[in-house]
DNA sequence: AGTAATAGGTTTAGCGATTAACCTTTCTTA
DNA sequence: TAAGAAAGGTTAATCGCTAAACCTATTACT
């Protein structure tokens, strides 16, 4: 069932049928319209996309690439990897194009799969550092990155106040009484959204006159449940008196906390807790984790907005822009001062 | 860049390009190849997949159908769909083909999307009753069903044993010294697993003569967390004195907590929980969630399996494979036979 | 009335691959 | 040594759809 056969049954060209398909109803008849989009119900007719894109060249296509950590762990496994692709998908229905999920170790992986299915745009998600300037050289299409940390690369990126989380972070521990704190950080923060996170950290400690030191008092942990519970243990027996730790990820956050019990510390009277992310599980614990908040669907909404805005023609954008957050406080820290 | 600019540039005809891309080496000597295949790679030429698809009639494009409740609640807002949903894209990306995601509220959404993108095979998830005859009747192209109950129609689904979950959760609640029960059910069982999950908790009660009744003692709940709490005050405001609560879904049974804490309830003390899917998240709270186990690679594999064997020509294949499971005891149910 | 514009088409040349059919050489083999 | 097969190509049709160019009546305008 193809357009020629659609065009035969009609008793007209194929251009005609098209026409009718595309909505070029200036170039067809009312009598001869209704006629065809009466056969096409009936025959039940769907255009082939590969014909239609390969003729119009696109693909109304959008590749929503996720990055995965080691084999073991899978990005959806990440819940905040799942909600910022949830509100991608619902996004992207919505003006009608096409979702392809990609998941890949390394970004470059990618750069084939985009330029031969010459999809029409493309999110990145997660950190891209250096990657990004390779994948821009090689691949010429609207694009925006979601959570990089790339200045000085003329791309789009849309992320939260990272710094300014950090910095909200130290400072509601602080102002909750307390002054010796931990940092649980992913490896090898190098440039990046982490480094920021971690340069307000610092910079709320040192504007309070808290002796944090990042040798010292910062525990290095990949972004898995597993691992924060190692970690968690791991703060208990470094046995400095932490009364806090900070984490960068709720994720990170909840493994930490299951670390902390299975020592026989109680959370928060012992010590306190606090994540980074906000996700629906904080209110599923006991203690409710207090979690550093941004907003999904915004973010989705603001990369949507970028995204297709560079569809419609207007090449070489270039922003970057920052969710505000704010302290959601829940369960997980103890007030001190009282 | 396309196949005959690398032909020019290389002295040959399209055709013999094609079949050095396509590994037809038998037709190409081994200098030719080697040429191509150098100005392939300098050139860096990718080839176009929507002109591939066209002339091969295939697209290596697997389908991955995901309903949604309602438009508030995302469809991976649900980690079990977002962990399937993950095992799928592996699966898929190991066999080197791509994943469509789409969302549908209403599957029949998906029949013009399925054949104008004529996707090489698709997977459906969740219940699909009724509609999966109507999907089967538009469309035929390989495709596996994951969690769907449709006896009579001649499809593959793949699914856990549904009745034999409702059975060892009545049972192992029952073992622990429990009598008075609660089951917290979507509404509108109809037929499906959801129905079956309850026929095997009537069943196990009736056999230990515990006194159940499906209008007395089950109450309805959609699977979001939100509704979930009021349903765990509810079952407290019912004042009926039950002393554990089934459910058939972990997100819900997170939420009949939270809305049995918010009560004054202490769980496991006072009323024990028993949840169904053996989410990750059933580590992270306090107490953890005890919960009927499912392996989620394992569907994917098998799901997976299926479907490419379809692909691989053998087509009418009728299977409905259930995954064993069990009970992953935690700490949410409290052991009164002590 | 004569010309221009418009409505409503049709023809046909792509889009970028694949592939069947065909064409030379060169190598086997009886 | 003549016929057949194999090696290594090329040509051209085709997949299903789009869109520019072209055609032919009508209708509109001055």
Redesign the interface.
């Known amino acids: 069932m193809n357009l020629k056969t659609i065009a035969s049954l009609a008793g007209v060209s194929t251009a005609t049928v098209s026409n009718v398909i595309n909505g070029n109803f200036h170039k067809v008849s009312e009598e001869t319209r209704l006629r065809v989009e009466k056969i096409i119900r009936d025959s039940?007719y769907?255009?082939?996309?590969?014909?239609r894109?390969?003729a119009k060249k696109e693909?109304h296509l959008i590749g929503?690439v996720v990055p995965y950590l080691d084999k073991t762990e899978?990005?959806?496994?990440n819940?905040y990897n799942?909600?910022i692709?949830?509100?991608l998908?619902?996004l992207v229905?919505r003006h009608d194009y096409?979702?392809?999920?990609?998941?890949v170790g390394d970004p470059r992986e990618i750069i084939?799969?985009l330029?031969?299915?010459?999809v029409d745009g493309a999110f990145f998600l997660g950190v891209f550092k250096d990657e990004v300037r390779e994948i821009r050289q090689?691949i010429d299409i609207p694009m925006v990155f979601i959570d990089t940390y790339a200045p000085g690369e003329k791309i789009v990126n849309v992320g939260i106040e990272d710094y300014r989380g950090g910095y909200l972070s130290a400072k509601y521990l602080i102002g909750k009484g307390h002054r010796k704190l931990a940092l649980v950080t992913p490896p090898d923060a190098g440039e990046g959204v982490i480094r920021e996170r971690q340069q307000g950290f610092l910079d709320a400690c040192k504007e309070s006159n808290i002796d944090f030191n990042l040798n010292r008092d910062s525990f290095s942990c990949v972004s898995t449940?597993r691992n924060a519970v190692e970690v968690g243990q791991d703060i208990v027996f470094s046995n400095r008196g932490y009364t806090a730790v900070a984490t960068l990820s709720d994720i990170v956050a909840?493994g930490v906390?299951?670390g902390l019990?299975q020592c026989g510390i109680r959370v928060p009277h012992d010590i306190s807790v606090i994540g980074f992310d906000n996700l629906?599980?904080c209110?599923?614990?006991?203690?409710k984790l207090t979690s550093i908040a941004q907003d999904y669907e915004w973010k989705a909404e603001k990369a949507g907005g970028f995204l297709f805005r560079m569809i419609d023609g207007e090449r070489d954008l270039h922003v970057d822009e920052r969710q505000p957050i704010r302290v959601m406080e829940r369960q997980s820290v103890r007030d001190l001062t009282q």
């Open positions: 039940n769907k255009p082939n996309v590969m014909a894109s390969l693909s929503v899978d990005f959806l496994t819940p799942a909600h692709v949830a509100a998908e619902r229905r096409y979702v392809m999920l990609r998941c084939p799969l330029s031969s299915w010459n090689t449940y909840f906390i299951e019990v629906p599980d209110d599923f614990m006991t203690p």
